[in-house]
């Protein structure tokens, strides 16, 4: 009864509306598109329809969830996303065909709150820790808290350019947030937090007071 897991999967397929050769319009699009499509990497071409209307998507999920006591939960979720799709920007259609791993580790045990994802969109991590301290007999609550964000970029030079080794970021803050009873009817709360973005390399505070 301490020990449970979950795996789930789900499939996907659908057709996007198509273009019209019969239309004018439509028939100007479809001429502007260039094949075959060649690797601004390798400058080698990639097989390819063009376009492809076909959208896919699939991927599994699995969770592994270890409950010692009452109090603390420990749930691990990892998974593995493929998407296939058209999807349009101001410079025209593009097409998405990638793969996408994540993980996510979480701890819940009394007033503790910890977790840390990750995921290659971007090669992203991300770590949350909080906890909460009831006081004076519930009369008073404090919240503190912290979160930090890596992101790291690697577009070998086709989207970055010049800055390709200069644009990973990272963000970190701390915050509290107190509320005290003045009555049964009238709550103060107070919270500020603190956080770092390196890429401005400035510091912002945000305090704030709430009468409820």
Not at 146 to 159: A, E, S
Request: aromatic residues 12%; glycine residues 8%.
């Amino acid at each position: 009864e301490k020990l449970a897991y979950k795996i789930t999967g789900q499939y996907r397929s659908a057709r996007d509306f198509e273009l019209d050769s019969n239309d004018p319009v439509h028939a100007a699009r479809l001429a502007s598109f260039k094949t075959p499509i060649v690797s601004a990497l390798t400058g080698e071409p990639i097989e390819a329809i063009v376009p492809d209307y076909n959208q896919r998507s699939y991927g599994f999920t699995g969770t592994l969830v270890y409950k010692p006591n009452e109090k603390t939960t420990l749930t691990t979720v990892g998974g593995y996303g493929v998407a296939k799709a058209l999807f349009r920007t101001s410079q025209g259609e593009s097409f998405a065909d990638s793969g996408r791993p994540f993980a996510q580790i979480r701890l819940n045990s009394g007033n503790l709150f910890a977790q840390t994802f990750w995921s290659n969109i971007a090669d992203q991590l991300e770590s949350q820790l909080q906890y909460n301290f009831p006081l004076n007999d519930d009369k008073f609550d404090l919240t503190l808290g912290g979160d930090f964000r890596l992101v790291t970029i690697d577009t070998k030079g086709t989207g970055h350019g010049r800055f390709e080794e200069d644009d990973q970021y990272t963000i970190f803050g701390f915050y509290s947030q107190g509320k005290y009873s003045i009555s049964e009817e009238w709550d103060v709360v107070a919270a500020a937090r603190i956080d770092r973005f390196s890429v401005l390399d400035e510091t912002a505070i945000s305090p704030r007071i709430g009468l409820i």
